[in-house]
């Protein structure tokens, strides 16, 4: 009995502690339901409020769309129009370059065809002309072959007759050779008998026969030369002179540089240089000695 007081007595504690615990709850529930009623007033506030100001920006944004859309509706139909005229313009370029290509094609065409007329008749006339040339050819080889011919004779004959003037020449040149030797010989002796010597113990009179003897004879001597076309040697009082004998006449020789020779002073009594003189003249009487030019 005792334990079953006692266990009633704490069931009554127990009971009381959790109506306590009860009480306590719904009071806290109490405050939590009314601090959550206020929140959720204030929530419902700012959600009206929030909710406003979205209408406004959702009003604001829907014009703005509604004017953008305004606006590329009207840029859309403007690139339209412009594409609809760029796609005109391009048409008609395109229709103006085939009309012009067609007329190029044409005109080429024509060319063409005007060209390969030509080049058939340029051909023709080419194959003429080249056989004409060929035809020419021929008979200037033949012409050419005879002409050789014609003159490998003739050449044979001129041969022979060099041959001829050649044995003939020689011996005219040895005799020339031998007659300038006989005048030299003559001139020397001529000339040694008219020099007066240097000390003038001995001296000699020249008498007219004897210059005109010495001048006839160099005369001769240097005719001999010009005949001969070798180069002479003039040697004078002091110096001396090389060249050809181009004219021989009573009192004056003539020398002139020729092909195959120079006329050079090579010394003379005023020391002054004279080199390849075109011409010069000498009296006969002036020259004391005639020998082969260098």
């Avoid at 006839?216 to 060249?243: D, I």
């Avoid at 092909?259 to 010069?280: A, F, G, W, Y």
Wanted: net charge negative; proline share 1%; aromatic share 4%.
């Amino acid at each position: 009995m005792n334990r079953i007081a006692q266990l009633e007595q704490e069931s009554r504690d127990l009971l009381d502690h959790l109506n306590a615990i009860t009480d306590a709850h719904q009071l806290e529930l109490k405050g939590v339901r009314d601090n959550l009623t206020c929140h959720i007033d204030q929530g419902t506030q700012e959600s009206a409020k929030l909710l406003a100001q979205t209408s406004k920006i959702r009003d604001a944004q829907q014009e703005e769309l509604r004017v953008t859309r305004d606006d590329l509706t009207n840029r859309i139909t403007q690139l339209e129009q412009e594409s609809r005229d760029l796609l005109d313009h391009f048409n008609a370029i395109t229709d103006a370059h085939q009309l012009e290509l067609r007329a190029m094609w044409d005109n080429l065409s024509r060319r063409i065809d005007q060209g390969s007329q030509e080049s058939t008749k340029l051909l023709a006339q080419t194959s003429k002309i080249r056989d004409a040339q060929q035809e020419e050819l021929r008979a200037t080889r033949d012409d050419l072959t005879n002409r050789i011919t014609q003159l490998e004779q003739e050449n044979s004959d001129l041969f022979a007759k060099l041959f001829k003037i050649d044995s003939v020449y020689q011996k005219e040149l040895n005799s020339v050779r031998t007659e300038i030797e006989r005048l030299q010989k003559e001139h020397e002796e001529t000339s040694r008998k008219s020099i007066i010597s240097e000390n003038g113990a001995q001296s000699s009179v020249n008498t007219p026969f004897e210059s005109n003897q010495s001048v006839r004879v160099v005369r001769e001597l240097l005719s001999a030369y010009q005949r001969v076309g070798a180069v002479a040697a003039l040697w004078l009082k002091g110096f001396h002179v090389n060249g050809n004998i181009t004219d021989v006449d009573e009192h004056l020789v003539t020398l002139t540089t020729g092909v195959t020779s120079i006329v050079k002073v090579e010394n003379n009594t005023n020391d002054v240089v004279i080199d390849t003189p075109n011409r010069i003249r000498v009296k006969l009487d002036d020259i004391q000695a005639v020998s082969d030019g260098d």
